[in-house]
């Protein structure tokens, strides 16, 4: 008789079935979007041992080996262990946690969005919740990631700051800032912190450095983008620093742990158990209470 084959446990470990009878499409576990050389040699060549010579490159930055049989899962998973690669997961847990290559790259990135993202997969993936959860990082307002799109979105900005005595009026800031926010009157710069956005585009163009911008975290809760379409909203001002953003992720996921249906994404427990609820435990985390 035939070994029987537990589907929650394969799906669990990045397995997932395919129409095709005795066949699994294998979610590679990335994190960041970054993969390393030797990363995607090792999947190139298990992708053309054990499945049919290609692979689907996900929208959340995923890999995915298909038609891979089910007698070859477990020397799978060992010759991709050789290379470095972790198979990802499926089901009612964290995800992938994606991002955009930040400031350590992107000139304009705000914050370094692939040490965030590798210290959220330490923290939170893998995790069981009563449904998918999915953090997405994006390192500056121009928002490659579409933070708004996941559960918890986290974005990077700056908290900026002009010092008048290094600043020429140039007015580069002015012409360079798209939310309106600069002004020069009186030859001296001026900013409108109820417009400021935090997307330090007045630093990242000052010809004299007369823009100081301390690094933050933009954070989002409660994006969907599936059968139903919810863009996260920002609830708490600018975080800035780690400590403070972890205590507002783990608050935010411990809610959804304690209040969600079984097969309910964050979004729609927000919505029945209401808002305002979940508004208070986020701002208490935010202040440290």
Same mark, same amino acid.
């Given at each position: ?98 991002? &955009? ?94 417009? &400021? ?93």
């Amino acid at each position: 008789m035939a070994e029987k084959v537990d589907y929650a446990a394969l799906k669990k470990g990045g397995f997932m079935r395919q129409k095709q009878k005795g066949c699994f499409s294998l979610r590679i576990a990335v994190v960041g979007g970054n993969l390393t050389a030797e990363n995607i040699k090792t999947v190139a060549e298990v992708a053309e041992k054990y499945g049919h010579g290609y692979v689907h490159m996900t929208s959340r930055q995923g890999i995915e080996i298909p038609f891979i049989k089910v007698e070859d899962i477990n020397v799978v998973k060992e010759e991709l262990a050789k290379g470095g690669v972790g198979t990802g997961v499926c089901g009612p847990r964290v995800r992938t946690v994606t991002a &955009c290559q930040g400031s350590e790259i992107c000139p304009s990135g705000c914050i370094d969005t692939y040490t965030l993202a590798k210290e959220l997969d330490e923290r939170y993936f893998g995790r069981e919740l009563p449904h998918k959860f999915k953090f997405g990082v994006t390192g500056c307002q121009n928002n490659c990631l579409k933070a708004e799109e996941n559960d918890v979105g986290i974005k990077g900005g700056m908290t900026v700051e002009c010092s008048h005595d290094d600043c020429i009026q140039c007015g580069v800031c002015v012409k360079a800032c798209r939310e309106g926010a600069l002004s020069m009157e009186d030859g001296r710069i001026v900013i409108d912190r109820d417009k &400021c956005n935090n997307c330090a585009r007045c630093v990242k163009s000052c010809p004299t450095d007369a823009w100081k911008g301390t690094p933050g975290y933009i954070v989002s809760f409660g994006g969907l983008f599936g059968n139903h379409i919810y863009k996260g909203e920002q609830l708490v001002p600018i975080i800035r620093d780690k400590e403070t953003l972890f205590r507002v992720t783990d608050a935010a996921i411990s809610f959804f742990e304690k209040h969600a249906n079984g097969g309910e994404r964050f979004r729609l427990t927000l919505q029945r158990v209401g808002e305002e609820e979940f508004k208070k435990e986020i701002q208490a985390a935010y202040e440290g209470k």
